[in-house]
Each structure stands twice: as structure tokens, then as C-alpha cells.
């Protein structure tokens, strides 16, 4: 599969690019991006060609793998759909319900795989342990920890400006809930939003499958408290994430099986831009009320 990297800031040359470069059912094809100088800088580290327009890349390649803020994912996204490009994407899928539902209308219309990267989702252990869990019945409560030093360490790359508009909610709800989801089923609402520290943010979900979850969600965390952490209580025992050990590089490669697989099947994939859309849904809910306007 021949495919494209749109972005170039600090997630697509740690993770992006080498997963893709790396990858043996790829061909990588180019980078464009926004600004010229970092375009072709990250191209030539790959030996790839820097493309000056979007739709240049996309009728070279066979799918696009984006590493953009959420705004730009989302329409750039639409647009590659509806060229036909399959579509590996980050989270969150879209900053708006809006934005994530076009995503998805676009990738069901044009009938192409997609997959929301998700980090925990394909990590193996962690995958594993979600796999085992929702297979378990009575689960009574989940509470989930995800707590970052974005915003609390100097110089941090990751502290940019939709991270700061956005907050914790939106960057790590998702990973939070990409754990929470599959085991405990779909949120049925939000029942309580309250802020915290900086951008930190608690939820209190009601699930289809009659349990309740509390999310603890920061990037402005003492960077010695920070850390993700999953506990399920119920009438099996108490259960928690195990730690894994797997790169980021390593599971975006995962991720990119993914793709492979539900564009060679037809077969969508479990965090394909629908589920992206569903945690977009939470994750609104959430922000109105936190802004009292629910």
C-alpha cells in the first residue's frame, strides 16, 4: 500500500515517519505539511518527496496517515476519503461532533478503511488485557487515571496551541475512553463533569452494560504523579491495565496492520472513524457541561 504522511510536527517525526518508513506493507511515499523547511527536512530524512500540495500527495498514494491538530485532521481527512484514500488518523478524531460526524459520513460514503489510533488499543499487552476484560461479565465500576506533564514540564514539544485550547479532556479523554468503552459498553451519558487543577478535568459515566466509571484526565500533573492507570471492580475480582512496554513507534506500525487488514477484508476495524466519532460525542457532552452548558 503506498501511503502518505500529512503533518510534520513532533508526533509524526517521533512516531509517524518511522513507523511508516519501517513498515514492510508500505511504501512511503512523501510528507507534505504546512511549512515548507520542516516539510522537507523530515522528506529528506526519509528519502521521500516533500509535496507542496495536497492533492498532489493523494494521487500518488493509496491512503494517508495524518499527524495534525484535530481541526486540520478532520477536513483534511473528508477530503482524502472522498478521493478514495484509506485513512490512518489520530486522536481525537475531530474537535467538534460536527467535524467527526463529516469524517465519518465521508469514509462510510466513499466506502475506505480507517482506523483511530488509539495508543493503547495496539499495544499488545494492553490490547490483550481489554480483549480478556470485556469478555468478563459483572463489572460493577471503572475508574481510569490519565495524567500528563505537558504543561508542567519546560519545553515540552507536546505543548501546543489545540492542546492548550483543548485541554486534557480532549487529548488523553480519548485513550481513556478507547479502554473504557469496549469493556464496560457505550456510555449511556455523562452523569457529572467537574474541573480541577489546571486542565484537569473528572467524569462520571454511566454505561450500557450497567457499570459507572469515574475518569481522572490532566496534562498539568507534577510531572512524579504522572502516569495512565485502568481499575475494574466487579463480581470477577479487581482487574488493572498492565503497563506496557511496547513504543509508540511499534503500535502505530499495529495500527497500520489495522489499516492493511480492514482495507484488504472490508471489514471495519473496531476504531475505525465511527467509534472515533462515538468518544467525540462523549467528549462534547462532557465539554458542555464542564462549560455549564448542560
Not at 43 to 71: F, I, M, Q, S
Amino acid at each position: 500500500m503506498r501511503i502518505g504522511l500529512l503533518g510534520t510536527g513532533p508526533w509524526a517525526r517521533m512516531a509517524h515517519a518511522p513507523a511508516l518508513s519501517r513498515h514492510g506493507g508500505l511504501d512511503f511515499v512523501g510528507v507534505w505539511g504546512r511549512r515548507t523547511a520542516p516539510t522537507k527536512e523530515l522528506a529528506d530524512n526519509y528519502g521521500v518527496r516533500a509535496y507542496d500540495e495536497v492533492d498532489a500527495l493523494l494521487a500518488d498514494v493509496d491512503a494517508v496517515a495524518v499527524a495534525l491538530p484535530p481541526a486540520v485532521q478532520a477536513d483534511l481527512a473528508v477530503r482524502a476519503a472522498r478521493a478514495g484514500r484509506h485513512l490512518l488518523l489520530d486522536k481525537p478524531l475531530a474537535p467538534t461532533v460536527e467535524q467527526a460526524r463529516a469524517v465519518a459520513g465521508a469514509v462510510e460514503e466513499a466506502g475506505v478503511a480507517s482506523v483511530v489510533f488509539f495508543t493503547a488499543r495496539f499495544q499488545p499487552e494492553t490490547e490483550a488485557w481489554i480483549n480478556e476484560q470485556a469478555a468478563v461479565e459483572g463489572w460493577f465500576t471503572g475508574r481510569a487515571e490519565w495524567l500528563g506533564a505537558v504543561f508542567s514540564e519546560d519545553a515540552n514539544p507536546f505543548a501546543t496551541p489545540w492542546r492548550r485550547e483543548k485541554g486534557a479532556l480532549w487529548d488523553v479523554g480519548p485513550h481513556a475512553l478507547s479502554v473504557l468503552l469496549p469493556i464496560l459498553g457505550d456510555a449511556r451519558r455523562v452523569t457529572a463533569a467537574a474541573s480541577g487543577p489546571g486542565d484537569t478535568v473528572h467524569l462520571v459515566l454511566d454505561h450500557l452494560g450497567g457499570a459507572s466509571s469515574t475518569l481522572a484526565l490532566s496534562l498539568t500533573a507534577p510531572p512524579a504523579a504522572a502516569g495512565a492507570a485502568v481499575e475494574l471492580r466487579g463480581s470477577a475480582g479487581v482487574t488493572q491495565l498492565p503497563q506496557s512496554t511496547d513504543s509508540a513507534v511499534s503500535a502505530l506500525a499495529r495500527a497500520a496492520d489495522a489499516l492493511l487488514a480492514a482495507s484488504r477484508t472490508g471489514r471495519p476495524h473496531a476504531c475505525d472513524a465511527a467509534f472515533g466519532l462515538r468518544v467525540t460525542e462523549i467528549l462534547a457532552t462532557a465539554e458542555a457541561l464542564l462549560d455549564g452548558g448542560a
